[in-house]
């Protein structure tokens, strides 16, 4: 075990959106830094999949991070799982692609209710729980590139994670008084089912093929290549560990450089 993170073994921890690409690869990392895991994912059965693959030891549970109801009674499920939950990453997010004018009402709705209502729930009921608890806890959000600068074609998609980033910076302030600690990690282009369908989008709208496009996101990263699910895990892992001790409020680009502010 290397030494950052290290002293999350032992800890207790909640990942929504766990069951594939950056979700999955944190809950990975986590559990590989001895951390008791529930993964949620609004798919049951793939959050089974990915806890099986991880570790018989790992819970998982089916949460709905738009619905009050689903998160609460996920939050229940997890902590009765592991007496207590002491670090949260609110990670499920969803995307789609459309010029600005041709967004929908569909379209908006469902980035803004996953992306930002998704965070605002997940973070809400996590602080209660540490607050009644005198928990001082811990949660990553996932933000992205897009929540830094607005991304053309995803216009409604950059709303709502600059939404997570206006929210972690907010939350972080009024949370410090308890211990709290709420940072978030911007991720660049990642190499997970939803970017490749993004890529397939963005090549069908800008007459390219899917190739092309990834290459033009290779070309944008100063550090030459495709992010992976694991370098956002190890960034995540981090913040959530007491390495990061004196860092709140914080979104962190883990881009390879694609942007640097």
Known sequence: MDRIGGDLAGKTALVTGGATGIGRAIATALYKHGVHLVIADIDGEAAQAAAAAISSEVVAITMDVTKRESVEAG??????????IERVVANAGVSTMKPALEITDADWNLNIDVNARGVFLTNQI?????????????????????????????AHYSASKFAVIGWTQAL??????????????????????????????EAELRGMTPQ???????????????????????VVAFLLSDAARFMTGQSVNVTGGVYMT
């Open 75 to 84: 939050f229940a499920e997890a902590a009765a799982a592991l007496g207590r």
């Open 126 to 154: 996590a602080c209660r729980h540490f607050v009644d608890r005198n928990i001082k806890g811990a949660i990553c959000n996932t933000a992205s590139l897009a929540g830094k600068v607005g991304a053309p074609l995803l």
């Open 172 to 201: 972080a302030r009024e949370m410090a008084k308890h211990g709290i600690r709420i940072n978030a990690v911007c991720p660049g282009f990642v190499r997970t089912g939803m970017q490749y369908r993004e890529a397939i989008w």
């Open 212 to 234: 092309a496009v990834l290459d033009e996101y290779v070309a944008l990263t100063p550090l030459g290549r495709i992010e992976e699910p694991e370098d956002v895990a190890g």
